[in-house]
T-cell receptor, first 112, second 114 residues
Framework: EAQVTQNPRYLITVTGKKLTVTCSQN?????MSWYRQDPGLGLRQIYY???????DKGDVPEGYKVSRKEKRNFPLILESPSPNQTSLYFC???????????FGSGTRLTVV | GQQLNQSPQSMFIQEGEDVSMNCTSS?????WLWYKQEPGEGPVLLIA?????ELTSNGRLTAQFGITRKDSFLNISASIPSDVGIYFC??????????????FGKGTHLIIQP
């Protein structure tokens, strides 16, 4: 089944403790992207990647890192999480960026 | 970054009614997309629009790419209970390096009253 898989689905962590949210897609898509969703703010792009080793900042990149060492994986790294990063995070992928994105089921992160 | 104004913010309708929502922007987009999100899930693509003036249908859903490339609308005809959810518009631009990421509207929450 074609899908975008994120792990974990739920995560509670403490301020300052580094964490990684994994994202993997099995559709051989070139484009991958991370979004955060907050009440009243909708979905905002954090980072996106157009291919292996090619990444670019979205609208809210501060406090996040990404890497794209393989085509199928696009992990989101929070080096020192803070409470304002408590949010619902979505990973998405697209064949060529023009054809719409397929989203994962989300990771709900709480930073205390 | 670019911003999309999506309206209405929420809609309370009766089953069987038609629904209309729209998105506007101060800047031009090359692609308009419409997504639906249900509780506990990620957004699911409903319709993608690639040309100004394009009108595309997907079952009871119809969407149009505005002539000015700064707006789009989505219509749902004869709503049914499973239409409940949050509908998002998204715009995308193309730069020299390829397609940029998506800019989303804040969503229209559709609620169907029995």
């Amino acid at each position: 089944e074609a899908q975008v898989t994120q792990n974990p689905r739920y995560l509670i962590t403490v301020t300052g403790k580094k964490l990684t949210v994994t994202c993997s897609q099995n559709m051989n898509h070139e484009y991958m992207s991370w979004y955060r969703q907050d009440p009243g703010l909708g979905l905002r792009q954090i980072y996106y990647s157009m291919n292996v080793e090619v990444t670019d900042k979205g609208d809210v990149p501060e406090g996040y890192k990404v890497s794209r060492k393989e085509k199928r994986n696009f992990p989101l790294i929070l080096e020192s999480p803070s409470p304002n990063q408590t949010s619902l995070y979505f990973c998405a992928s697209s064949l060529a960026g023009y054809y719409g994105y397929t989203f994962g089921s989300g990771t709900r992160l709480t930073v205390v | 970054g670019q911003q999309l104004n999506q309206s209405p913010q929420s809609m309370f309708i009766q089953e069987g009614e038609d629904v209309s929502m729209n998105c506007t922007s101060s800047s031009i987009f090359n692609t308009w997309l419409w997504y639906k999100q249900e509780p506990g899930e990620g957004p699911v693509l409903l319709i993608a629009l690639y040309k100004a003036g394009e009108l595309t249908s997907n079952g009871r859903l119809t969407a149009q790419f505005g002539i000015t490339r700064k707006d789009s609308f989505l219509n749902i005809s004869a709503s049914i209970p499973s239409d409940v959810g949050i509908y998002f518009c998204a715009g995308q631009t193309y730069s020299g390096g390829g397609a940029d990421g998506l800019t989303f509207g804040k969503g229209t929450h559709l609620i169907i009253q029995p």
